[in-house]
């Protein structure tokens, strides 16, 4: 039985990254924003916007409590979940934790050629997202790093670049076992 949780912030990787690794390790592959999305029938924005953050928060604690039943899984989860409530100490009690890290320069060069609405960047000219990601991310980050595997990302624009992180972290996981 293996559960691993990958978080980190936003364009950090985490989804594309969790779909490789589950695969080469054979494991099933949950995203935690799409689990919610499916159960509620709808996008995270619009959870967001019609419930407002904190209410959304406790949906997001929910689907991690649930998600950490799981058997034989990897699951990324939004930016913001390992933020609150008790979700970080729940993934580390359930499974192997990774955090992938990542320059704001970096994060802010991902999130612009991404195609995913981000609540908490809409609308944000190119100019801002750098300081915005950067004071975000100090907020954040002590609770990223509290995952029992931090691996730093350089670029992951390529195949090549996401296979040499996932077999990284593979190799991480392996050693963490021994």
Known sequence: MERIFIVGYMGSGKTTVGKRLAKSLSLSFIDLDAYIQNRYRKAISELFSEKGEEEFRKIEREAVHEVAQFEDVVISTGGG?????????????????????????????????????????????????????????????RYYNMAKIVHHTDRMITKEEVHFTVNALEERLKNRNR
């Open 81 to 141: 979940a390992p933020c609150f409530f008790d979700n970080m100490e729940v993934m580390n009690r359930a499974g192997a934790t990774i955090y992938l890290q990542a320059d704001p320069e970096e994060l802010a060069v991902r999130l612009l050629a991404s195609k995913n609405v981000r609540p908490l960047i809409s609308g944000k000219p190119k100019e801002e997202l750098i300081p915005f990601i950067t004071q975000h991310l100090a907020q954040r980050e």
